[in-house]
C-alpha cells in the first residue's frame, strides 16, 4: 500500500495537469529504509511528449547524487498519461528499475467517466505489475 499526505497527492496531480498535453514526470524521495514519500522533486519531460516520458539523463544523474548526499531514495515514481488510463505501458514496465518505488500514475484523460483523472500506485518488478491500494492521510503519524 501507498500511503500518501494530501499536499503530495496534491502536488503530483496538479503537476500532471499542469503540463498536458505532454506527459509529466517527477520523483518523491524520503530516507532511506522509510517507504515514507517526503520530498517532491518534479523533474522535465525531456521527451516533452504527450505519449512518451523521459527523464533527462544529467538532471536524473544530479537527483540521484542528491538522494544519496541526504540519505534518501526514490520512494515513488511518477508519471502522467494524457490520453489513457493510469495503467503502466509495456514502455513504463521495460524501463522499471527500481523495485522498492512506488510507481504512480496520474491519467489526465477521463477515460472512465469517473472524474478529471485518475491516481493509481504499482508496484514493477521484474516485469511485474501489481496495483496498490492509495491511502491519502492528512500528516504521517
Known amino acids: 500500500m501507498l500511503t500518501i499526505t494530501r499536499a503530495l497527492y496534491d502536488q503530483i496531480v496538479e503537476h500532471s ?21 517526503e520530498r517532491f522533486i518534479p523533474m522535465l519531460n525531456a521527451a516533452r511528449s504527450p505519449t512518451f516520458y523521459e527523464f533527462d539523463s544529467a538532471d536524473l544523474l544530479k537527483l540521484y ?10 520512494v515513488i515514481i511518477y508519471h502522467s498519461h ?32 469517473a472524474g478529471p483523472f485518475q491516481f493509481r500506485s504499482y508496484s514493477i518488478v521484474d516485469g511485474v505489475v501489481t496495483e496498490e491500494d492509495v491511502r491519502v492521510v492528512e500528516e504521517y503519524v
Open 65 to 74: 547524487r542528491e538522494m544519496d548526499d541526504r540519505d534518501e531514495e526514490p
Open 17 to 37: 495537469r499542469a503540463d498536458h498535453p505532454d506527459e509529466a514526470c517527477g520523483v518523491v524521495a524520503g530516507p532511506v529504509g522509510s517507504g515514507r514519500p
Open 82 to 113: 494524457t490520453a489513457t488510463e493510469a495503467y503502466p505501458s509495456r514502455t513504463d514496465i521495460t524501463y522499471a528499475n527500481e523495485p522498492g518505488a512506488h510507481y504512480v500514475l496520474v491519467s489526465t484523460a477521463d477515460t472512465d467517466a
